[in-house]
């Protein structure tokens, strides 16, 4: 049988060894010393996320009008 825990280690693990990296919610939460979020709430890193966005399309100003910036996040 399986668990909520089983399942996310799997998934986790199937990401990192696509190359992806995990972030500790215990080291970017709110409280923690490399806050990356406001709230646990905050499904989306927009440090993280403007970063990628910006290495992905260089060509996009960076930080012009936050237009285009906020219709990003209403996914």
Same mark, same amino acid.
């Given at each position: 049988m399986?668990?909520? *825990?089983?399942?996310? %280690?799997?998934v986790l @693990? @199937?990401?990192k060894a696509m190359g992806y990296v995990?972030?500790?919610? +215990?080291?970017i939460g709110p409280d923690a010393p490399q806050k990356e979020r406001t709230a646990n =709430?905050?499904? $989306?890193?927009?440090?993280? $996320? !403007?970063? +990628?966005v910006? !290495? $992905?399309n260089p060509d996009?100003? +960076?930080? =012009? @009008? !936050? =237009? =285009? *910036? %906020?219709?990003g996040y209403r996914i």
């Open positions: 399986f668990n909520e *825990d089983m399942v996310e %280690q799997a @693990s @199937s990401f995990y972030a500790d919610p +215990a080291l =709430g905050e499904v $989306l890193l927009l440090g993280r $996320l !403007r970063e +990628a910006a !290495r $992905l996009i100003p +960076a930080r =012009g @009008s !936050r =237009g =285009g *910036d %906020q219709a």
